[in-house]
């Protein structure tokens, strides 16, 4: 369960890959601008850490960045967000699970954790995150740039938050989740 602050591992973490050579025995490279390349003990291909289970991500097409669907251990789901270019960042798994310290034992008091863009209790709102992508459609202007998800029981998307306009992250009360088509 500490993998996700660990550097030397690629549990817990989003890697940053290039698949077009070979460097030494691996059947692939990690691009020299990763963060961690030159961090004594790190594994090169990491570009974030402190993800406990980054289930599906998407890259939003206008502008790149990194949306993140991280299911959470028990109490809460995360929605986790990493702008073009910003690799390094850290999460927070094991230390934190969504909002809440998990393990104060495992807290690096040095650490510079990012908030998750929307957290939510899982047995309260309803299941595990599993994903989703940044609305960029006609039908219903006002998403445009907002992303959805889905949960484990969910057949149309569950949730929109809107970072891109007010910088706030919010979930629709449940009565009014899954209504969009």
Not at 19 to 29: H, K, Q, W
Not at 37 to 46: L, V
Not at 167 to 181: D, F, H, M, V, W
Request: proline share 8%; charged share 25%.
């Amino acid at each position: 369960m500490r993998s996700g602050q660990d550097l030397s591992t690629l549990f817990g973490k989003v890697i940053r890959i290039d698949v077009g050579g070979r460097c030494g025995d691996r059947p692939y490279c990690a691009p020299e601008s990763n963060p961690f390349t030159d961090a004594q003990g790190a594994r090169s291909e990491i570009w974030s850490s402190g993800l406990r289970n980054p289930w599906k991500f998407s890259f939003d097409p206008a502008n790149g960045s990194l949306w993140i669907a991280d299911v959470g251990r028990g109490s809460h789901e995360e929605i986790n967000h990493v702008l073009a270019g910003a690799g390094g960042r850290s999460f927070g798994w094991s230390c934190r699970e969504g909002p809440e310290v998990f393990d104060a034992s495992r807290c690096d008091p040095d650490a510079d954790h990012v908030d998750p863009v929307l957290s939510y209790r899982t047995p309260i709102d309803g299941c595990a995150v599993i994903g989703g992508r940044v609305y960029r459609g006609q039908r219903h202007s006002e998403l445009a740039g907002a992303p959805t998800w889905r949960t484990t029981t969910a057949r149309e998307p569950c949730g929109v938050c809107d970072p891109p306009r007010t910088g706030r992250a919010t979930a629709p009360p449940r009565s009014e989740r899954c209504r969009l088509r």
